[in-house]
């Protein structure tokens, strides 16, 4: 297993790293402290050069940071064998920590607070943590309504909704944002109901709410927080399967994967960015994420209507 934290540099010396979290406090073992002289070699993380004389030396990130988060880390190798102030850089990085793991670049989704880290790489700004997050639940609920599949979507099975013979409604669910489509199931067959409008709906069941006559379930339309199906159904033991799109709840430090960083997280960053641009009146860069950010929702909507078999894929110009 490869280790997080590597630095290069003369073969046989002593070698260790110094992790910094943002903020500018240091880890010493057991927590994070501000700097101080004295204390440098509580921080130190002793690493072990690789074969006999490569240069090259590694070490584990702590274990014992259990906080989520993107950490940096300095290399240092001393010519005295103990740990000062003085001793020669010999590289570092940033390890983007999940509490018990390195995050795997590009690899599934990020949680609530490294997708804030690598936000900042480009907002550059820390004291607004909380319009942040905030911009960050917008756009997943911004993606939650453009989007008609990949993550976006849920099957979710209603089972027990129309309980009540003569009752016509389905409740929806409370973190529902697009309704995709009704399956009605009956026993081992069957059947998408067929999507109508309110004013066709009535049309076509004018006395629905004061007729007793039932009927097998053929068309369903969403109205005033309901689903209501028609003909009204003939039996209470149906199945109704609803496909789709949930709104998602708001998205925090403690969020252990935000939506749709996994399928591109760029996709989110600059949806984010346009939005915190235009709070802190930067009309410009607003503009450019925002283009962006559309760029890329085309190009991931061409790909889902690839991959259903609904159309060839091509990828558009990213320049700006």
């Excluded at 501000?34 to 070490?59: F, H, P």
């Excluded at 906080?67 to 000062?84: E, K, M, P, R």
């Excluded at 099975?157 to 009540?164: G, H, P």
């Excluded at 998602?248 to 346009?274: C, I, M, N, Q, Y």
């Amino acid at each position: 297993m490869s280790k997080e934290l590597e630095g290069y540099g003369a073969p046989g010396l002593t070698t260790y790293a110094i992790i910094k979290r943002r903020g500018g406090t240091f880890w010493d073992g057991s927590e994070f402290v501000a700097y101080a002289t004295a204390d440098r070699s509580l921080y130190a993380v002793n690493m072990t050069e690789l074969g006999t004389a490569s240069g090259i030396y590694d070490a584990d990130f702590p274990p014992a940071i259990t906080d989520s988060g993107s950490y940096a880390f300095i290399v240092y190798q001393s010519t005295t064998g103990s740990v000062s102030e003085g001793d020669n850089y010999a590289g570092g990085g940033t390890v983007d920590w999940t509490g018990s793991g390195a995050a795997s670049a590009g690899v599934g989704a990020m949680s609530g607070s490294d997708f804030y880290d690598y936000l900042l790489r480009t907002f550059k700004r820390d004291d607004k943590t909380t319009e942040v997050y905030e911009a960050i639940t917008d756009t997943i609920r911004d993606l939650r309504l453009r989007y008609h599949f990949d993550e976006a979507t849920e099957d979710s099975v209603t089972t027990d909704s129309i309980t009540t013979a003569g009752d016509f409604k389905l409740d929806i669910e409370s973190d529902m944002g697009l309704l995709l489509g009704v399956t009605l199931q009956d026993g081992t067959s069957a059947r998408p109901l067929t999507t109508r409008t309110k004013q066709q709906f009535d049309a076509l069941y004018p006395d629905i709410n004061v007729s007793s006559e039932t009927g097998y379930p053929a068309h369903y339309c969403l109205y005033a927080g309901a689903i209501y199906i028609g003909p009204k159904p003939d039996k209470t033991d149906y199945t109704y399967r609803l496909s789709q799109s949930t709104r998602g709840g708001t998205v925090t430090s403690s969020t252990a994967s935000v939506p749709f960083t996994a399928v591109d997280r760029e996709l989110v960053k600059h949806g984010v960015l346009s939005r915190l641009f235009v709070m802190v009146e930067s009309p410009e860069l607003a503009s450019v994420h925002e283009g962006l950010y559309e760029k890329r929702y085309e190009i991931n909507k061409r790909r889902e209507r690839f991959n259903k078999g609904e159309g060839p894929f091509s990828v558009l110009p990213m320049g700006m």
